[in-house]
């Protein structure tokens, strides 16, 4: 076990609902971060946290909403998705954040599959 | 282009086979280089990491880096059917985002390997 927490495992949602993941890292880390993952295509970063505060967006549609809430949680909301939203959410954390992150290693999350219909 | 390249396979070998697994990048801001295995329905481990050119060994799997050529690989040894996941190659840069600076993991596509008995 990794030590980084997702719930669900899997979620099967609606264009219209909303819905929010789940991210929870026992490690003590101080930088936590949302990757989606879809088929054929390498992991893409969405979202970057560094002691709560957000310093990266990744041109990502206002359709995703992060929330960090402390250092320990990260939750992703999901709200009028689009079919092709549908992939391998990964949360990421590290120790440090800011320009020390650049030479630690992350630590990810199993990853919550998500389905839009 | 893509910053990061990677052969997607999908490659299958016998057990006992030696594994090499390659990837390519063209940013030379890229410092520190990272392999990370996923097995089916998990999230990515991270198996190797180095930041220098040259080899660097842990049990049967040796990571190589060439910073001239921008070229790096994992050689797996000795190759057991529990060998058989999707390989990262992944590297980190600093990301800037308003005025803040973080360390940016890229990946690669991955690579699908089967090690069959």
């Known amino acids: 076990e990794t030590g980084v927490t997702q719930t669900p495992r899997h979620l099967v949602m609606g264009m219209t609902n909303k819905k929010s993941l789940k991210c929870e890292q026992h490690?003590?880390?101080?930088?936590m971060y949302w990757y989606k993952q879809s088929a054929k295509k390498p992991l893409e970063l969405m979202f970057v946290?560094?002691?709560?505060?957000?310093?990266e967006n990744n041109s990502v549609p206002s359709r995703f909403s992060p929330e960090c809430p402390n250092s320990s949680h990260l939750f992703l909301h999901l709200h009028t998705l689009q079919p092709e939203d549908s992939a391998l959410y990964l949360c990421a954390s590290s120790q440090e954040g800011g320009l020390a992150g650049v030479t630690d290693t992350q630590y990810f999350g199993p990853g919550t599959r998500l389905t839009v219909l | 282009q893509k910053e990061v390249e990677q052969d997607p396979g999908p490659l299958s070998v016998p057990e006992g086979a030696i594994v090499s697994l390659n990837c390519t990048y063209s940013?030379?801001?890229?410092?520190?280089f990272m392999w990370y295995r996923q097995y089916s329905r998990k999230g990515p481990e991270l198996l190797m990491y180095?930041?220098?050119?040259g080899n660097k060994e842990d049990g049967r799997f040796t990571a190589q880096v060439d910073k001239s050529s921008k070229y790096i690989s994992l050689f797996i040894r000795d190759s057991q059917p529990s060998d058989s996941a999707t390989y990262l190659c992944a590297m980190t840069k600093t990301g800037w985002a308003g005025g803040t600076s973080y360390g940016k993991l890229t990946f690669g596509q991955g690579t699908i390997l089967t090690v069959h008995p």
């Open positions: 180095t930041y220098s050119s």
């Open positions: 946290y560094s002691l709560e505060e957000r310093v």
């Open positions: 940013n030379s801001a890229f410092q520190y």
């Open positions: 490690l003590g880390h101080n930088a």
